[in-house]
């Protein structure tokens, strides 16, 4: 059994819950034109739900990063209405952790699919993006 999965246990749930408010709606976003909660908020939601089941299990100085969303919108959900994201974990390979990923807003499933996320060091992957960003200003 490797490391990460003896550090991350198949089966780590996340939940995290937002309420519908005008400034997480499509309108509000530009993601279409109706007072609905937003497509985008669903996805953040659902990565949140997946950070949510991996924050007692981090390592001093590890994080992890989205690498891959793949969602389908199920339902419309209005103002008003709660709506809870729910991240299972499902696979372990290596670096790389693979959660089932659903949204619900008590009536309806909203949303489901796959979010990949991966684990880095924070020192080593800040220090890559410093030197990127001092790539890009000599470029």
Known sequence: MSESSQ???IGLVGEVSVNVTPEITAKH???GAVQVFATPEMVRLMEKAAVAALRDHLAPGQESVGTLVNVRRLASTPLGATVTARAEL???DGRRLTFNVSASDGVDTIGEGTHERALIDVERFQARAEAKRA???KG
């Open 7 to 9: 550090q991350f246990p």
């Open 135 to 137: 790539a890009m200003q």
């Open 29 to 31: 976003m530009g993601s």
């Open 90 to 92: 499902v696979g372990v």
